[in-house]
């Protein structure tokens, strides 16, 4: 099964755009936050950016798995791996109440705009991370490179992020649901084509074979 590399791309593209669009509202909720306008900051969280949020770790688990690059390959790749978890949980689970809350109350506590100058600078620094890929391999790393998923998951990658959108437009909040069954069915493929792996005799060249003896006289 090949790979084409313009869908591979277009994934890129949106994991890019997705993650500029997040970090950027990020600092947009930071000054909304300081400027005393947590209604406002509270409409940019729900609307904006928990979809991109959701669509930039989508797309960055997305390709990590469907490429040579792997979870767990890169020591850079799992730093952002886990930063990107922390910021998901700290984002739905401790901010976004937060904000609720002071849209009610009219009232910004100090701990808001900390956590999300947080989100900020750990966005900056994922960002550093996918440019310069500092660190080495980790122990666990196979020594043969995977190959690349098929065309159809990166298809299904790009679909799945335009569904969700839409469907959380229609209800009103964030529903990443097609995003976590892409992620869920990348997860179960990968594994499959692991153990076809494991099953396929290694196959000795030619050259590698013990030469025959030639006879003597």
Known sequence: MKTSPRWRQAVVWLHVVSSVAWMSQALALVVLMSAGAPAMADRLDSV????????????????????????????????????????LY????LLSGALRESAHTAVVAWPQIAGASLMVSA????????????????????????????????????????????AGIAVGYPLPAAELVMLIVLLGFERRRRRRRARQPSV?????????????A
Do not use: E
Request: aromatic share 14%.
């Open 48 to 87: 904006l950016l928990a979809p991109m949020a959701n669509v930039s770790a989508f797309t960055g688990l997305l390709l990590a798995g469907a490429t040579a690059w792997g979870y767990f390959r890169h020591w850079w790749v799992l730093t952002k791996f886990v930063l990107t978890f922390a910021q």
């Open 90 to 93: 700290a984002g739905i689970f």
């Open 123 to 166: 966005l900056a620094f994922q960002a550093w991370l996918s440019i310069a890929k500092p660190g080495k391999k980790t122990p666990w790393s196979p020594a043969a490179k995977p190959p690349a998923a098929p065309t159809w998951v990166f298809v299904a990658g790009l679909a799945a992020p335009a569904v969700d959108v839409a």
């Open 204 to 216: 000795r060249s030619p050259r590698s074979a013990p030469a025959a003896s030639s006879p003597t």
